[in-house]
């Protein structure tokens, strides 16, 4: 029945009319059904292809003719196979599994009401002030103090911007950094971009942040901290501070890196920066350590955050939020003046979010779907899933901690654990070992972790040295104590076998 009256359907009749109707809801439901059945998918990938066979298989010429609903439906599920399930118990690499059924019925729902949140008044009448309160919790939850309701006049005093990642969160605060160097640069462009430069860990930093100078035009000049412990060490801070007084812009701290997640002494960072320069722009970048915010019992290692000038949070990182959506929050809400543009395309209106958003036009109703998942959870719920994760992080140290042929690189802060098998030999040896250990696991496809290089800060395998890190993220709620054995034994027996491979000028250390 539903078959035929989709199959029955005509290309004319796939924009929703009351014709098309029960048509188009059955099109709907069919493709929820295959989305539901690939989050419940047990394997990462079902099938996998090489980029070229890909290639080959994909980049078609749109045919002439048109196919109906039906045969679309199964097109589009013929692409599922070949996509990665981030919610499969077996994807211990990444994310998030953007699996929270909250997050996914505001999702769906924003793809029905076509607000566009570039103005109030017309386009977005109640979707702004949704984006708006969404905005105010996550503001209190990082302790920023919010104006009263009462007081909420304008986009200028919300304190924050909902934005497609947290790349884009951090360049809007690298904008806003070379505002307050260089007031004005708005207008007049960047004179002299060597005193734009942006502090950062050495080795820990995430990539965004050195784009970002590229593309708000101050250059890639970026000043390196050497870390202790995975964070700053605020010694050497201090002395870079010293060494390039007058030319540092920014100060980017980490309240969990995008390798161990390690939250930076906040606090510390910013006595020590405040008190060297107290105009020099101070970011946090919380992509993951947001969720630290969540419980009473995590945020004390926030502590410090709410005064920092920005803040970046990731709820696609965390919250199980469908991709995409993070979010800059500012201390000061006044201050995203300072980067606001004009256009009579864009109503010059209180609560246009177009005048503040920085590279984006036409803008969607995305917090939607965080709204809604904030809705469902409620604080208690959010503490819940932060304390979840953390649990489930100490459980896999403890299952690392009670292997020989396992160690691990640091005390979590947040989901991520780094660690390294350990083959008999020198640090090249570890390096080769793990590396060829992911390679295997890629090729294999049943498991994910993720794989990066570190220094070992803690030394755990030779002080100073960079080491090849395999990591486990406990985000999946799916992934049980016994999914974590089972890895375990796989890492073990992976790792023994290619160590047995391992050239001999790497075994001998030539
Ligand atoms: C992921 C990440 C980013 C970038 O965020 P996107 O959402 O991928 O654009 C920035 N900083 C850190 C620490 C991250 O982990």
Same mark, same amino acid.
């Given at each position: 029945?539903?078959?035929?009256?989709?199959?029955?359907?005509?290309?004319?009749?796939?924009?929703?009319?009351?014709?098309?109707?029960?048509?188009?809801?059955?099109?709907?439901?069919?493709?929820?059904?295959?989305?539901?059945?690939?989050?419940?998918?047990?394997?990462?990938?079902?099938?996998?292809?090489?980029?070229?066979?890909?290639?080959?298989?994909?980049?078609?010429?749109?045919?002439?003719?048109?196919?109906?609903?039906?045969?679309?439906?199964?097109?589009?599920?013929?692409?599922?196979?070949?996509?990665?399930?981030?919610?499969?118990?077996?994807?211990?690499?990444?994310?998030?599994?953007?699996a929270d059924a909250a997050a996914l019925a505001g999702g769906l729902l924003d793809l029905f009401c076509q607000q566009n949140l570039i103005n109030q008044s017309f386009d977005a009448p109640v979707a702004t002030f949704v984006e708006i309160a969404v905005l105010r919790w996550l503001r209190d939850l990082i302790g920023y103090i919010s104006p009263m309701v009462a007081n909420v006049r304008s986009v200028w005093d919300v304190g924050g911007?909902?934005?497609?990642?947290?790349?884009?969160?951090?360049?809007?605060?690298?904008?806003?950094?070379?505002?307050?160097?260089?007031?004005?640069?708005?207008?007049?462009?960047?004179?002299?971009?060597?005193?734009?430069?942006?502090?950062?860990?050495?080795?820990?930093?995430?990539?965004?942040?050195?784009?970002?100078?590229?593309?708000?035009?101050?250059?890639?000049?970026?000043?390196?901290?050497?870390?202790?412990?995975?964070?700053?060490?605020?010694?050497?801070?201090?002395?870079?501070?010293?060494?390039?007084?007058?030319?540092?812009?920014?100060?980017?701290?980490?309240?969990?890196?995008?390798?161990?997640?390690?939250?930076?002494?906040?606090?510390?960072?910013?006595?020590?920066?405040?008190?060297?320069?107290?105009?020099?722009?101070?970011?946090?970048?919380?992509?993951?350590?947001? $969720?630290?915010?969540?419980?009473? =019992? @995590?945020?004390? +290692?926030?502590? %410090?955050?709410?005064?920092?000038? *920005?803040?970046?949070? #990731?709820?696609?990182?965390?919250?199980? $939020?469908?991709?995409?959506?993070? =979010? @800059?929050?500012? +201390?000061?809400? %006044?201050?995203?003046?300072?980067? *606001?543009?004009?256009? #009579?395309?864009?109503?010059?209106?209180?609560?246009?979010?177009?005048?503040?958003?920085?590279?984006?036009?036409?803008? %969607?109703?995305?917090?939607?779907?965080?709204?809604?998942?904030?809705?469902?959870?409620?604080?208690?719920?959010?503490?819940?899933?932060?304390?979840?994760?953390?649990?489930?992080?100490?459980?896999?140290?403890?299952?690392?901690?009670?292997?020989?042929?396992?160690?691990?690189?640091?005390d979590p802060h947040l989901a991520a654990v780094a660690f390294c098998y350990l083959p008999d030999g020198d640090v090249e040896r570890v390096n080769y070992v793990n590396k060829a250990i992911h390679e295997r696991m890629l090729a294999e496809c049943r498991w994910h972790v993720h794989t990066f290089t570190l220094p070992d800060d803690n030394g755990h395998i030779q002080q100073g040295s960079q080491v090849q890190a395999l990591r486990f993220?406990?985000?999946?709620?799916?992934?049980?104590?016994?999914?974590?054995?089972?890895?375990?034994?796989?890492?073990?027996?992976?790792?023994?076998?290619?160590?047995?491979?391992?050239?001999?000028?790497?075994?001998?250390?030539?």
């Amino acid at each position: 029945m539903t078959q035929t009256r989709l199959g029955n359907a005509t290309a004319r009749s796939s924009v929703i009319t009351p014709h098309s109707r029960g048509e188009v809801s059955t099109l709907l439901k069919a493709i929820v059904d295959a989305g539901v059945a690939l989050k419940l998918r047990d394997a990462i990938y079902e099938l996998r292809m090489s980029p070229l066979d890909l290639r080959d298989a994909t980049l078609q010429e749109l045919p002439e003719a048109g196919i109906d609903l039906l045969t679309l439906v199964k097109d589009a599920e013929s692409l599922l196979p070949l996509c990665k399930n981030e919610a499969s118990p077996y994807f211990c690499g990444f994310g998030d599994t953007g699996a929270d059924a909250a997050a996914l019925a505001g999702g769906l729902l924003d793809l029905f009401c076509q607000q566009n949140l570039i103005n109030q008044s017309f386009d977005a009448p109640v979707a702004t002030f949704v984006e708006i309160a969404v905005l105010r919790w996550l503001r209190d939850l990082i302790g920023y103090i919010s104006p009263m309701v009462a007081n909420v006049r304008s986009v200028w005093d919300v304190g924050g911007i909902v934005t497609t990642g947290g790349t884009m969160s951090n360049t809007v605060a690298m904008m806003l950094a070379r505002e307050r160097r260089s007031p004005g640069t708005m207008q007049r462009g960047v004179t002299d971009p060597s005193a734009h430069g942006i502090v950062v860990p050495k080795g820990i930093g995430h990539y965004s942040v050195k784009a970002a100078g590229t593309w708000v035009g101050t250059g890639a000049h970026v000043i390196e901290v050497p870390t202790r412990g995975f964070g700053y060490d605020l010694e050497q801070l201090d002395r870079a501070l010293v060494e390039h007084a007058g030319q540092v812009m920014a100060v980017v701290a980490y309240a969990g890196d995008s390798r161990t997640q390690t939250i930076d002494d906040l606090r510390g960072i910013a006595d020590t920066v405040r008190r060297r320069d107290p105009k020099i722009w101070l970011h946090a970048d919380a992509c993951w350590g947001l $969720i630290a915010s969540f419980s009473p =019992a @995590l945020a004390g +290692r926030l502590a %410090g955050i709410d005064t920092f000038d *920005s803040v970046t949070v #990731d709820p696609h990182k965390v919250m199980n $939020i469908p991709y995409s959506l993070s =979010a @800059l929050l500012v +201390r000061d809400p %006044g201050v995203l003046r300072t980067v *606001s543009s004009y256009s #009579d395309l864009i109503m010059q209106e209180d609560f246009a979010f177009g005048q503040v958003t920085p590279f984006v036009g036409t803008k %969607g109703w995305g917090s939607l779907k965080l709204w809604a998942m904030m809705r469902a959870h409620g604080r208690s719920g959010l503490a819940g899933l932060a304390e979840d994760r953390i649990s489930r992080a100490l459980e896999f140290c403890r299952l690392i901690d009670a292997s020989p042929k396992l160690i691990r690189l640091h005390d979590p802060h947040l989901a991520a654990v780094a660690f390294c098998y350990l083959p008999d030999g020198d640090v090249e040896r570890v390096n080769y070992v793990n590396k060829a250990i992911h390679e295997r696991m890629l090729a294999e496809c049943r498991w994910h972790v993720h794989t990066f290089t570190l220094p070992d800060d803690n030394g755990h395998i030779q002080q100073g040295s960079q080491v090849q890190a395999l990591r486990f993220m406990a985000n999946n709620p799916r992934t049980s104590t016994a999914h974590m054995e089972e890895l375990i034994d796989y890492i073990h027996a992976v790792g023994r076998a290619v160590d047995v491979e391992t050239p001999n000028s790497i075994k001998e250390g030539v």
